[in-house]
């Protein structure tokens, strides 16, 4: 009984799922399990050895003895390395919330890193430290690949930079990194590297670039705000500075701000056309909007793979475009090519959940489905939702409760896992109903879209409290 699939009657909740999307996402599994059992077991086994990707985790470099004011420097080859790498295929990279979860270290040492590769099951940890020697600062870059019990070790070749040379120096470091691993490379890529390493020509915008991607990570209000006034720096300084101006429309998307969102997305594919990020985050605010822009979103995902044929993440907003249109051979071919170009995605293992909750008999492939998710993204609070709610259709409470708590521990302001969570502890603990009936009349008494769901609420807290009253 969740608010995701419930309607208001009667001031009561009862379960009415939406009949077309249950049709449209069964339809699209049912055309799926065909699809694959029709392919030549041949094909299967060539389509699965073709995706051989390798997961990288990029760690800040450590600044053992620079002076506070260029600490900065280790995040800006961190984050050097992780815009170049992006341009490539067959390198996943372990997104760097999932940090967040881990005990951190006072610096990402080699210890630290084979750690952190082993918790987050990385193929391989990029770190490194930046140190002054003689005056000049010395950029040493390291890497281990972590092979079960076994671990290799790799150093690159040192780096130089003098005053004023970060930049020239950051440039080089990808593609030292990816020619230590025997990453081959065409020209043409080895160039792209290089372009988004450090794509501007200010040290001023780099350093509030940077700092503004720092303070973005860590999730919250506080550091998201912080983060807007380092990427407005940023763009102060270097108007052309195409990474910044997307990276602050992720941050006044992660705010709630959907037109600040967009108007920086679309200065950013302004400033560059051939910039695949920030048609991908237009498909995403359009795939969510009120209205059902799903043609418009179904474009935007459309640009951004034409520029990166191998964006997974771009390949599954496709999908979910394409599922949400009813274009069932759509989203199957969407969704294979995500999987190809990224076997580690939670994204599409949580689409996959969708898929098989949508038909009641499926309730063992949707756990499991919702499982892997959550095991490659332990953050991943969809899944997490999608998970809970298997769990109570089928009358396992104490799992809906465990997974519903952990969403709200990750996202304390959740009022749909906090509304689930009050639901279901009505059923198990009355007492402790009322006391989250009360936190989420009080978390989303306050916003416009919930004004529908808080009545509903206060029906259900008023019902409880006179049952306890009768009772005395």
């Known amino acids: 009984m969740t608010r995701l699939d419930s309607r208001v009657s009667d001031g009561k ?19 799926w399990l065909l699809v694959w059992v029709a392919t030549p077991a041949s094909a299967q086994t060539s389509a699965a050895a073709a995706t051989k990707v390798r997961s990288v985790l990029i760690l800040p470099f450590a600044t ?42 006072e610096a990402w040492d080699e210890q630290a890193a084979v750690a952190a590769a082993r918790v987050l099951r990385a193929d391989i940890a990029f770190f490194g430290e930046i140190r002054r020697v003689a005056g000049d600062a010395t950029l040493q870059a390291r890497w281990v690949e972590v092979r079960g019990e076994r671990v290799e070790r790799g150093t690159l070749d040192p ?4 005053d004023g040379a970060l930049l020239d120096r950051l440039r080089q470091l990808p593609v030292a990194y990816a020619r230590s691993l025997k990453i081959h490379l065409s020209d043409a890529e080895a160039a792209r590297m290089q372009k988004w390493a450090a794509p501007t020509g200010s040290l001023k915008a780099w350093e509030s670039y940077v700092r503004g991607r ?54 950013s594919t302004q400033l560059d056309s051939t910039f695949p990020e920030p048609y991908k985050s237009l498909g995403d605010l359009f795939l969510t909007a009120p209205r059902r822009l799903f043609d418009q979103a179904e474009e935007a995902y459309v640009k951004a793979i034409d520029l990166r044929p191998f964006y997974a993440e771009a390949h599954v907003g496709l999908g979910d475009a394409k599922a949400a249109k009813g274009d069932v051979n759509g989203a199957i ?42 095991d490659l993204d332990p953050l991943n609070t969809e899944a997490r939702m999608g998970l809970a709610e298997v769990y109570e259709d089928k009358g396992l ?31 198990t ?44």
Do not use: C
Not at 344 to 370: D, R, W
């Open 13 to 31: 909740i009862s379960k009415r799922r939406a009949t077309v999307i249950r049709i449209a996402w069964l339809a699209v599994w049912t055309a």
């Open 64 to 105: 053992p003895d620079l002076p506070r004011e260029e600490e900065w420097m280790g995040e800006a080859a961190a984050q050097s390395i992780m815009s170049s790498f992006r341009q490539i295929p067959g390198i996943i990279q372990i997104e760097r919330s999932r940090l967040q979860s881990l005990t951190q270290p």
């Open 159 to 162: 780096i130089t930079v003098p």
């Open 214 to 267: 720092a303070a973005a990570v860590r999730g919250t209000q506080e550091a998201n705000e912080a983060a807007v006034e380092h990427l407005s720096r940023a763009i102060e300084a270097d108007a052309q500075f195409v990474l910044a101006q997307y990276a602050l429309g992720s941050v006044h998307q992660a705010l709630g701000n959907r037109w600040k969102a967009a108007a920086q997305f679309r200065a």
């Open 333 to 374: 071919s969407a969704y294979q090519k995500a999987l190809v170009h990224n076997p580690l995605s939670a994204q599409v293992h949580a689409s996959l959940g969708k898929i098989y909750y949508a038909e009641k008999g499926l309730y063992y492939e949707s756990v499991q489905a919702y499982k892997k998710a959550v």
């Open 397 to 427: 409470y104490p799992e809906a409760i465990s997974e519903y708590k952990k969403v709200v521990e990750l996202d304390p302001k959740n009022t749909g896992a906090l509304y689930n969570l009050a639901l279901v502890y009505e059923r």
């Open 429 to 472: 603990d009355p007492r402790e109903a009322i006391a989250l009936w009360e936190r989420y009349i009080q978390l989303a008494g306050p916003l416009p879209t919930e004004k529908d769901w808080v009545d509903v609420a206060k029906l259900h807290l008023r019902k409880l409290k006179n049952q306890f009253e009768k009772d005395k």
